[in-house]
């Protein structure tokens, strides 16, 4: 006791923090969320909203009714949206929790003005892709959703038969051009890696160590 070394560091932020730091982060992450969830009000419905559309600390974006609205079983899925998502330089937020199909997004006080507004725009963008395969302009199992994320490799190759160009792939916002993440793997198979379970460590006997 009284080591500072054990100390939890949830203990040490608070203790740094102070009661004013404390609230203006709190006050702060509060905001954000309000501002994403305003913001993206006339794409995506937030859920557990009060009367006024106001939330706490996190808006949980409802993505559920898309998947009707461009095919049912086989539509966009909130999986599809947080593929995507890497295409626009984001990890997607906690997906599916705490209601399937939902993405629930927490911003927390570190996040600036700025960063706040190239995820608005991406999820608007992505809204507006969503809006082409429920018109039908782009098929329901080959669009940039269902693709994503794109990796350099796929975007550059010799083939490309997909109904949409390449930069509509890689460069969905012009800003992405000036500054772009390039996810290093293509789509995989979830449901086949949860159940395929396999050990990727170096061999004991090969381990040099």
Known sequence: MGNAAVLPISWMYCRMMGPQGLTAASE???L???????CLKDHYP?????????VAHECILDLRPLKESTGGANGISAEDVA???????????TLSFP???TLMVEPTESETLA??????????????????????????????LK?????AAAVTGAQWDRPYARATGAFPLDSLQQAKYWPPIGRIDNVYGDRNLFCSCVAVQDDDA
């Open 28 to 30: 702060t992450a509060i």
């Open 32 to 38: 954000s969320a309000n501002y994403i969830s305003t």
């Open 46 to 54: 937030t859920l557990y909203a009060s009367a006024d559309g106001w």
């Open 83 to 93: 593929k995507r998502l890497m295409d626009y330089g984001f990890h997607a937020p």
């Open 99 to 101: 209601v399937p199909g």
């Open 115 to 144: 960063e706040l507004d190239r995820f608005i725009a991406a999820m608007v963008a992505i809204r507006q892709e969503i809006a082409q395969v429920e018109s039908g302009a782009w098929p329901q199992d080959n669009n940039p």
């Open 147 to 151: 693709n994503a994320p794109h990796t």
